[in-house]
């Protein structure tokens, strides 16, 4: 069988039509095999009222435009001829469109900103500004020409093109209340600060191509940020209380830190450095026995001091020349947590002898990650006090003894 549409709504008095031609699907389906094909045909079909508000808008905009345009030239006639005489008269009738461009401009510009009065008004202001630089370019072309009643009556034609577009504009200006203002304004920042963002993402995007691109140098930037985050912090000096993270600032006898100072203090990589043989600090656990009869045992020492005093006390207790020697400590120790005073001491004056006490100061807290036991003056005073020690060592049958 054949399936068509249902039939048209009937036609009611008054309303418009129309006929068009239209296309529907005709289907047949013999033995359960449908088969469709498109069949046209003309039907009338109802035809909204006309809107006579949009033709006059329209008709409307079409008479300004033709306005603008015999105003335009107008203006550039009268002000290429003003301008004729002091250059090429091709050069001056088009010059002389400026005026008129320029207005029309400032008032497309202030019809988009129609929401926000603060920049409508000043589109609007300059183009009043420019309409009547043009209207005095006419006037003055009149009286060059001693017909001032024809410039004045030219002038005119801007003043009434623009007229024109001010009173069709205004059909889309609806002056908002100021609660609706503000939002308005403030949806308006929130997608403008999205858009500025994505642009300095994609420029930021493009400048780590051009880095990657240029030479190993962002490569290795890279790799030591990558082994910072993977989890190293004891291989990078933490931020102390002045909240710089890698500047040390401990100036010692009027002394300030020189940085051209000698190349064996910079900040150490992130790689995991072998201890020193000379400076090394046993594990808290039990104590280590000496693997031979001639090296005294080394007593336990706990993997960070809790305040100034104890890290004072420790590196005092370190430095002994009787109990622990420079080099007596098994290689296979490994430091636990951050070095002690005196072994920082120890391997800073094994770099450089000839350290400034600033310098001295400052290396060894570099060494110590950053660690200066909460109190800048003292942690100072001890590595000053245990340089001088390691410098000048006691008699060896001298033991200093610890007050109780």
Not at 232 to 246: E, F, I, K, N, V
């Amino acid at each position: 069988m054949t399936e068509t549409p249902e039939t048209p709504e009937a036609w009611q008095p008054g309303m418009r039509r129309k006929l068009v031609e239209v296309e529907r699907p005709v289907t047949t389906v013999i033995d359960g095999r449908a088969s469709t094909r498109m069949v046209k045909e003309k039907v009338w079909v109802a035809v909204p009222p006309r809107d006579w508000d949009e033709v006059i808008r329209r008709a409307s905009t079409i008479v300004a435009g033709g306005v603008t345009v015999l105003a335009a030239a107008g203006t550039a006639a009268s002000i290429g001829g003003l301008l004729s005489r002091m250059v090429h008269p091709g050069i001056a009738y088009a010059v002389g469109v400026v005026f008129t461009a320029g207005w029309l401009v400032c008032l497309g510009i202030e019809h988009i900103e129609r929401v926000d009065a603060d920049r409508a008004a000043r589109a609007r202001g300059l183009g009043w500004f420019l309409l009547l630089l043009g209207m005095g370019g006419v006037i003055t072309y009149g009286h060059v020409l001693h017909q001032l009643p024809a410039g004045i009556v030219g002038s005119f034609l801007d003043l009434s093109a623009k007229g024109l577009w001010w009173l069709i504009m205004g059909l889309d200006r609806v002056k908002l209340n100021a609660d609706v203002a503000h939002w308005v304004a403030e949806e308006e920042q929130h997608m403008a600060g999205r858009f500025l963002l994505g642009t300095r993402l994609a420029r930021l995007n493009r400048r780590a191509v051009q880095m990657r691109a240029a030479g190993p140098e962002f490569q290795a930037a890279e790799a030591i940020l990558a082994q910072a985050v993977a989890g190293q912090p004891q291989q990078l000096p933490a931020a102390d209380t002045s909240g710089q993270p890698q500047t040390v600032s401990a100036p010692v006898s009027g002394h300030v830190p020189d940085p051209s100072g000698p190349p064996s203090a910079p900040i150490p990589p992130p790689a995991a450095p072998t201890p020193p043989p000379s400076a090394p600090t046993p594990p808290p656990t039990a104590p280590v026995q000496p693997p031979a009869a001639s090296v005294p045992p080394v007593p336990p020492v706990t993997p960070a001091a809790t305040g100034a005093s104890g890290s004072s006390e420790q590196g005092d207790e370190e430095e002994q020349p009787g109990e622990q020697g420079e080099t007596g400590t098994p290689p296979n120790l490994q430091p636990v947590g951050p070095l002690s005073i005196a072994a920082a001491v120890r391997q800073a004056r094994t770099e450089d002898p000839k350290q400034t006490d600033a310098q001295m100061v400052a290396r060894v807290l570099m060494l110590r990650g950053g660690n200066d036991n909460g109190d800048r003056v003292k942690f100072t005073d001890t590595v000053l006090r245990t340089r001088r020690r390691q410098e000048n060592p006691p008699a060896r049958g001298k033991k200093k003894t610890r007050s109780a």
